[in-house]
């Protein structure tokens, strides 16, 4: 990474890690382009990890934070918690760990919300949806209403697993992040 140039740090898990995709082709890959065809200078750092949750990425959170210093993180967790059953409340306690965290770093935070699939039952699935919603108020960060918006619905969007989306999808995931970080970003160079 350049020196000097003001890093975005995306902490998240198979969503963000390219899972099941060609080498830089995700929507983190997508954003260091868009950065750099709108001439924003930042460089960006993926820090995901397939399968992580986010007990998983407080824990890596402060090795991250010392060694990439970013400006911005980006948080795209929380999923894996609901496919384990994590409860609510220990996932909640980890993003405002990491928000804090983050900010304790002089790290400006996006929080990229998720919902869990309808079969998880409407109560569970509103109150985990809830989570992202409340930190973003309580603790004043952007926050991206759903990563997964615009394509939720759409399985040919979707990998065979119906849970990761294909490389023609991933457009429209760095759409749905980018009106919450574009206002963080420093103006354009050039």
Do not use: C
Not at 55 to 66: A, N, P, Y
Not at 115 to 127: C, L
Not at 143 to 163: R, S, Y
Request: no cysteine; hydrophobic share 40%.
């Amino acid at each position: 990474m350049p020196a000097g140039q003001p890093v975005i740090v995306v902490l998240g898990d198979s969503l963000s890690a390219e899972y099941g995709l060609p080498r830089d082709t995700g929507w983190v890959a997508l954003l260091r382009q868009r950065l750099a065809t709108e001439r924003i200078d930042y460089s960006v750092a993926n820090a995901s990890v397939s399968g992580d949750t986010t007990s998983g990425g407080r824990s890596r959170l402060s090795t991250v934070l010392q060694r990439l210093k970013p400006a911005i993180v980006v948080v795209e967790l929380g999923a894996n918690d609901a496919l384990r059953g994590v409860p609510l409340a220990t996932t909640e306690r980890n993003l405002r760990d990491i928000v804090d965290a983050s900010r304790r770093a002089h790290a400006q935070v996006v929080l990229v919300g998720m919902y869990v699939p309808p079969n998880y039952g409407p109560d569970y699935t509103q109150k985990f949806h809830g989570i992202y919603t409340r930190l973003s108020k309580d603790l004043r960060v952007p926050l991206v209403p759903f990563l997964l918006a615009g394509i939720a619905d759409k399985p040919d969007m979707f990998q065979a697993d119906q849970i990761h989306p294909t490389q023609q999808a991933q457009g429209v995931l760095l759409d749905n992040v980018w009106p919450s970080l574009k206002p963080l970003l420093g103006k354009p160079h050039g």
